[in-house]
Nanobody, 121 residues
Framework: QVQLVESGGGLVQPGGSLRLSCAAS????????MAWYRQASGKERELAAV???????NYAESVKGRFTISRDSAKNSVYLQMNSLKPEDTAVYYC???????????????WGKGTLVTVSS
């Protein structure tokens, strides 16, 4: 099974930057996409950014041009560089990975516990 651990959240002023990291551990046959979701208080969880195993990326319109997702496949890690942060970026950020635990199993989603990002002056 896959375990995901996020780090890098915290308090930052508007216009500032943060870099989130997520490390995957455990045994699995293959890992496909990795992504960052976020959930603001009182709102539904939404996709912020996703990166495929081939390196293709996609972003929510609200973060395009400000956030950059990257991954290190050798380390089974994914990162989210967040620049020009706004108060509306305040949320719990969750790491997500789609992985196949065994060769004869389908792809399954895995989630981290989340890391809080607060953008406030």
């Amino acid at each position: 099974q896959v375990q995901l651990v996020e780090s890098g959240g915290g308090l930052v002023q508007p216009g500032g930057s943060l870099r989130l990291s997520c490390a995957a551990s455990g045994s699995f046959f293959r890992m496909s996409s990795m992504a960052w979701y976020r959930q603001a208080s009182g709102k539904e969880r939404e996709l912020a950014a996703v990166i495929t195993s081939g390196g293709s990326t996609n972003y929510a319109e609200s973060v395009k041009g400000r956030f950059t997702i990257s991954r290190d496949s050798a380390k089974n890690s994914v990162y989210l560089q967040m620049n020009s942060l706004k108060p509306e970026d305040t949320a719990v950020y969750y790491c997500n990975a789609v992985a196949r635990p065994w060769s004869n199993y389908p792809d399954m989603p895995y989630w981290g516990k989340g890391t809080l990002v607060t953008v406030s002056s």
